[in-house]
């Protein structure tokens, strides 16, 4: 995917949502971003930040939060 391309090339991201329905309605759309921000929130209170961290909302709303380290990283291990 392009944006992860975009965000494995930047050493340090401070996060990113990536929504995987692009066929949303206006209120669809902001319920969904309403998930994506208590999801983080929550994760906040539990001491998580977004730093390098990817938050996908599925097309079913579920939500799952990756790590998504640098290319550079990745061929450090």
Do not use: W
Not at 11 to 40: P, S, T, Y
Not at 45 to 70: A, C, H, Q, W
């Amino acid at each position: 995917m392009m944006s992860e391309r975009f965000a494995r090339n930047c050493e340090v991201h401070a996060g990113i949502i990536f929504i995987r329905n692009g066929g949303l309605l206006r209120d669809e759309q902001i319920a969904v971003v309403e998930k994506a921000i208590n999801a983080i929130i929550g994760e906040l209170k539990s001491g998580r930040d977004m730093i390098n961290r990817v938050l996908y909302v599925e097309l079913d709303n579920m939500i799952n939060f990756e790590t998504l380290p640098s290319a550079a990283k990745e061929n450090e291990a």
